[in-house]
């Protein structure tokens, strides 16, 4: 008879559980902070490749974090764009910032992870070494060319070298505003936390509706 392998198959709840851990431990400590095997502690995997088993490395599992909470955010601007490009008018320019923003604050409110996924964006957004890989992960999906098309056509004309300055900066903006009041306000009673919480997306939409709207400078 062959002889056990050491890590039973791989299951969706073993994956989701160790997701899950990485998530927090992520957002606590930095992508860099912690290694696979607190992860799989955390997450209280027996074996010491068990991460490794599901995810195979790091990289793998940042890309498995931000697909598992990218998605539901694309799904949710593509309705509202639907809704923007129905209307068959010239695109208002504060709907195309609630395209931007509220489904990334609507993940934000996910009590399985949304928090830590803005967390970790935030810090992946700006990290050296993981700059470059974020974005190519995600311009299909945070940043989408449809979106961007309605931001040039409600705005001020903007050059295509503008656009991924642009981008970047908007969601160094969004995930960091998010982020920072997120960690600066966890010691708030819950009626003030979500009094801060409300003004603070209405905040993100008029803000970035204003920044959309600034001429280019040349």
Known sequence: MPAASPIRSDSAE??????????????????????????????????RSAVRYHFQDRLGLLRAILARHAQPIAVARSRLIDAIEADGAQADVHRVAEAWVLPIVKEAENADGGMHFVCISAELIGHPGWSSFYFSRVDDLVASRRLLDLVSEAGPGVPAEYRRPRTIAFAGFLFHAIAD???????????????????????????TAALWSIEPWR
């Open 181 to 207: 009041w997120s960690n600066a306000s966890a010691r708030l009673g819950e009626a003030r936390r979500a009094r801060e919480w409300r003004a603070l997306k209405h905040y993100l939409v008029d803000a």
């Open 14 to 47: 073993t994956r989701l559980r160790i997701l899950r851990a990485a998530e927090a431990l992520f957002s606590e400590k930095g992508v860099d902070g912690v290694s696979l095997q607190a992860i799989g502690r955390a997450a209280k995997q027996r074996h």
